[in-house]
T-cell receptor
Framework: DGGITQSPKYLFRKEGQNVTLSCEQN?????MYWYRQDPGQGLRLIYY???????QKGDIAEGYSVSREKKESFPLTVTSAQKNPTAFYLC?????????????FGPGTRLLVL | GENVEQHPSTLSVQEGDSAVIKCTYS??????FPWYKQELGKRPQLIID?????GEKKDQRIAVTLNKTAKHFSLHITETQPEDSAVYFC?????????????FGTGTRLTIIP
């Protein structure tokens, strides 16, 4: 999991502002994922991408957007439409099929609202 | 979609005793079941996983059992140590090529009492 990086570690958002969280991996993984973790809760899937230039909504996609222009990168934008964005955001990546489905997580970005 | 329930939400055990965490899943097509350990403020890290063609898997003090008929799987930690204190998450997915979404349980906070 050392091959997945997220930045920044902390991010502050003002009301009405869009912010973008970075996720980069050098594991040559095809699939990448974004999760949201609220205090005392599990991980909920926001978006995922199994191949470049393609992505699907997860369980809580409203108020978020993503892009997958490069295999190594899967940035997440938290838009002003997301009314309760304060959370710990985790990016993950994995291979596909054939025993490669283990997801490895980045160190996370903690988003706080000013 | 898949639904994963995890119990208990908190668990305290005396150092040296065993800890057991249980999860149930709803989708009989799920065939991959990882367990993650998350220390405070850190990323989840895979500690063990099991696939549906296996009933039990061990790795030193950690074991996982799977009952496909009952659709439940359990994490067993023996000879617990203070460094086992963390939040543990179970997850389930159906690993067909092109569909490797993980559904997570809500987590168990394990505290080891010295």
């Amino acid at each position: 999991d050392g091959g997945i990086t997220q930045s920044p570690k902390y991010l502050f958002r003002k009301e009405g502002q869009n912010v973008t969280l970075s996720c980069e991996q050098n594991l040559n993984h095809d699939a990448m994922y974004w999760y949201r973790q609220d205090p005392g809760q599990g991980l909920r899937l926001i978006y995922y991408s199994q191949i470049v230039n393609d992505f699907q909504k997860g369980d809580i996609a409203e108020g978020y957007s993503v892009s997958r222009e490069k295999k190594e990168s899967f940035p997440l934008t938290v838009t002003s439409a997301q009314k309760n964005p304060t959370a710990f955001y985790l990016c993950a990546s994995s291979g596909q099929g054939g025993g490669q489905e283990t997801q490895y997580f980045g160190p996370g970005t903690r988003l706080l609202v000013l | 979609g898949e639904n994963v329930e995890q119990h208990p939400s908190t668990l305290s055990v005396q150092e040296g005793d065993s800890a057991v965490i249980k999860c149930t899943y709803s989708d009989s097509a799920s065939n991959y079941f990882p367990w993650y350990k998350q220390e405070l403020g850190k990323r989840p890290q895979l500690i063990i996983d099991i696939r549906s063609n296996v009933g039990e898997k061990k790795d030193q003090r950690i074991a996982v059992t799977l009952n496909k008929t009952a659709k439940h799987f359990s994490l067993h930690i023996t000879e617990t140590q203070p460094e086992d204190s963390a939040v543990y998450f179970c997850a389930a997915s159906m690993t067909n090529f092109g569909n490797e979404k993980l559904t997570f349980g809500t987590g168990t906070r394990l505290t080891i009492i010295p």
